[in-house]
């Protein structure tokens, strides 16, 4: 099976600017997950998707947006950027929650600078 | 709330040492996973090995295994025969079937293999 693919990889922006950033799930999973990884805060959830609904926030602020489609893949988006937005976001997909494989399988991530 | 503790910033091993990495977790839930993940410098995350709470052995998985301590809330890695290759950075996680696929992770242990 493929893995998690993410596009784009790399991404420049400047501030005041928007981002999407595309995550396709491994084949059969249908829970997307979204994280920001940064050298001061670590990795911290954004957000869940799974048919096509939010199930589950991390607390960030209403710039941060996602949605998922009928395929599951996902989309997040970053509005009004600011240069704390700088870090590497990561896409990780699942079987739907309720049991003991129900891993996180992470896709390479999309590097975004915010200048 | 749920929090995971990595209290080693860095670490480091001799090849074909063995080295324990450190992870402490705070619940109250009875029923939840953990989790290793390792991360390259590619970035892309890679489960290592993962524990259901439920069981009492310890899980795994080649040179990889855990030691579990459920009443002091511990999970901690054992790598033995480091290889060059182990060298990552290496994310503790927790999840709990009732906030759905929100991994929560530690800030990481940098571990170096020295030749």
């Known amino acids: 099976k493929a893995g998690v693919t993410q596009t784009p990889r790399y991404l420049i922006k400047t501030r005041g600017q928007q981002v999407t950033l595309s995550c396709s799930p491994i084949s059969g999973h249908r829970s997307v997950s979204w994280y920001q990884q940064t050298p001061g805060q670590g990795l911290q959830f954004l957000f869940e998707y799974f048919s096509e609904t939010q199930r589950n926030k991390g607390n960030f602020p209403g710039r941060f947006s996602g949605r998922q489609f009928s395929n599951s893949r996902s989309e997040m988006n970053v509005s009004t950027l600011e240069l704390g937005d700088s870090a590497l976001y990561l896409c990780?997909?699942?079987?739907?929650?309720?049991?003991?494989?129900?891993?996180?399988?992470f896709g390479p991530g999309t590097r975004l600078t915010v200048l | 709330a749920q929090t995971v503790t990595q209290s080693q910033p860095e670490m480091s091993v001799q090849e074909a040492e063995t080295v324990t990495l450190s992870c402490t977790y705070d619940t109250s839930e009875s029923d939840y996973y953990l989790f290793w993940y390792k991360q390259p410098p590619s970035r892309q995350m890679i489960l290592v090995i993962r524990q259901e709470a439920y069981k009492q052995q310890n899980a795994t998985e080649n040179r990889f295994s855990v030691n579990f301590q459920k009443a002091a809330k511990s999970f901690s890695l054992k790598i033995s025969d480091s290889q060059l290759g182990d060298a990552a950075m290496y994310f503790c996680a927790y999840r709990t079937p009732n906030t759905g696929n929100q991994f929560y992770f530690g800030t990481g242990t940098s571990l170096t293999v020295i030749p």
């Open positions: 990780a997909s699942s079987l739907p929650a309720g049991g003991p494989s129900n891993t996180q399988y």
